[in-house]
């Protein structure tokens, strides 16, 4: 009964086994159970109303199932039987890890399938997040979405968030995109074509990563910057990349502004919110005026904005961005798809083992892979309200407007 729940096992307890619905099955076939309530183990033997006894059976199949163990080393076991099935079945693409400058040990997880690929090397518009419920201990999951074709383009799960992990993670997520599709990885202010922009939250690394990785492609590119002729592409750092696509989520922005009520004053806030704007701000200096004076943390909050992230005031104060105004104000201004995907992938579950996360995973993207080319080739959508932009948008409003009562 426990080998028939398969790859399950990785995350199995005494409780799970009992709320698995394939092996209350099995247990009652095998029982001949013709009650309403369901069996329990020990109707099969009285032993097994010992839950510790249970436990240490499921745990010696376990180890004899995943030899390698359920963590990292199990993954990149994953990874070699993969590469011996079929290429449009292979998911865990990437189990690496890296010394990384600091001394500590980076691991890295990547999770896309063949057509996943595809459609992140067509976007144009993308936001990235990470969550941190799925796996247990050390580990996060990391996740990129696209806004204009709606669907979940990757996954990974890492261990670190500096900005040589996040380097070393963007560089391997396109070079498995790049040899998937044969597509190089494009950036409208490098390319002329390709990504336009990228939102995701306040995180350092994470936007620092995403600039390092858009400057080693340009190492060798001698091209003009188109609004900084003075400029060539190569002579570029990681922030002045960041400025020419680079949005930070205005959700993520306005809540941290809120947590800082109970030690500044409306007025103070009321200035941080100002800056964030797509039109010419009327007193920028007089908004940070304002701030500076409104209290330590206030003070502290405009340090960081304008010298510890200082990817940050471009990225919510379109003037002082690279970004065309048009193309900002087509962008989205959120991450909340991303918030929505970690919210369904975790109904799954969550502290899982990093087998089980990566399996669950799987299943999870087969699924909506399932219903996108359901909906491509029969019209049939997964709801009765397709998951746009503009309908996210309208039901972000309406809820605002009914907070604000």
């Known amino acids: 009964?426990?080998?028939?729940?398969?790859?399950?096992?990785?995350?199995?307890?005494?409780?799970?086994?009992?709320?698995?619905?394939?092996?209350i099955a099995a247990l009652r076939h095998h029982l001949q159970w013709s009650h309403l309530f369901d069996p329990v183990l020990a109707d099969l033997?009285?032993?097994?109303?010992?839950?510790?006894?249970?436990?240490?059976?499921?745990?010696?199949?376990?180890?004899?199932?995943?030899?390698?163990?359920?963590?990292?080393?199990?993954?990149?076991?994953?990874?070699?039987?993969?590469?011996?099935?079929?290429?449009?079945?292979?998911?865990v693409r990437y189990a690496e890890s890296h010394c990384l400058g600091d001394g500590q040990n980076f691991e890295c997880i990547i999770c896309m399938s063949r057509s996943m690929s595809a459609y992140l090397m067509q976007a144009e518009y993308v936001s990235i997040d990470t969550a941190f419920k799925r796996l247990h201990h050390k580990w996060q999951e990391f996740e990129i979405e696209s806004w204009d074709v709606q669907t979940m383009r990757f996954r990974a799960f890492t261990?670190?968030?500096?900005?040589?992990a996040h380097f070393i993670l963007f560089s391997r997520i396109f070079e498995i995109a790049s040899g998937d599709t044969s597509v190089p990885v494009q950036f409208q202010h490098i390319h002329g074509s390709g990504f336009s922009v990228w939102v995701a939250d306040a995180h350092k690394g994470?936007?620092?990563?995403l600039g390092m990785f858009c400057e080693s492609l340009c190492a060798e590119i001698d091209k003009l910057c188109e609004h900084e002729p003075s400029r060539t592409l190569k002579s570029l750092d990681p922030y002045d990349h960041l400025r020419r696509f680079f949005r930070l989520c205005l959700v993520h922005f306005k809540r941290h502004i809120h947590d800082l009520k109970p030690y500044t004053s409306d007025e103070v806030r009321a200035a941080m919110l100002s800056?964030?704007?797509?039109?010419?701000?009327?007193?920028?200096?007089?908004?940070?005026?304002?701030?500076?004076?409104?209290?330590?943390?206030?003070?502290?909050?405009l340090k960081d904005k304008q010298k510890g992230s200082k990817f940050a005031i471009p990225a919510i104060y379109?003037?002082?961005?690279?970004?065309?105004?048009?193309?900002?104000?087509?962008?989205?201004?959120?991450?909340?798809?991303?918030?929505?995907?970690?919210r369904n992938v975790n109904r799954d579950g969550v502290g899982?083992?990093?087998?089980?996360?990566?399996?669950?995973?799987?299943?999870?993207?087969?699924?909506?892979?399932?219903?996108?080319?359901?909906?491509?080739?029969?019209?049939?959508?997964?709801?009765?309200?397709?998951?746009?932009?503009?309908?996210?948008?309208?039901?972000?409003?309406?809820?605002?407007?009914k907070s604000s009562w």
């Open 159 to 164: 261990n670190s968030q500096s900005a040589e």
């Open 45 to 91: 033997h009285p032993s097994l109303g010992n839950l510790d006894h249970v436990r240490r059976i499921i745990n010696e199949l376990r180890e004899k199932i995943f030899p390698q163990g359920t963590g990292f080393k199990g993954a990149q076991l994953l990874v070699c039987e993969q590469k011996l099935g079929s290429p449009d079945e292979q998911y």
């Open 318 to 342: 379109q003037p002082a961005s690279f970004i065309p105004h048009v193309i900002w104000k087509a962008s989205p201004s959120s991450s909340n798809g991303n918030e929505q995907s970690h």
């Open 206 to 209: 994470q936007a620092l990563g």
């Open 275 to 301: 800056i964030a704007s797509s039109e010419i701000h009327p007193d920028l200096e007089g908004a940070f005026r304002i701030i500076n004076n409104g209290g330590k943390k206030a003070q502290a909050w």
């Open 1 to 23: 009964m426990l080998l028939c729940m398969k790859w399950k096992l990785a995350d199995a307890t005494p409780r799970k086994i009992m709320t698995d619905s394939g092996f």
């Open 352 to 401: 899982l083992t990093i087998l089980g996360g990566i399996m669950r995973g799987m299943q999870f993207d087969a699924r909506i892979e399932a219903g996108r080319e359901l909906f491509k080739t029969t019209g049939i959508f997964s709801r009765d309200q397709l998951s746009t932009h503009f309908h996210r948008s309208k039901r972000a409003v309406n809820r605002q407007g």
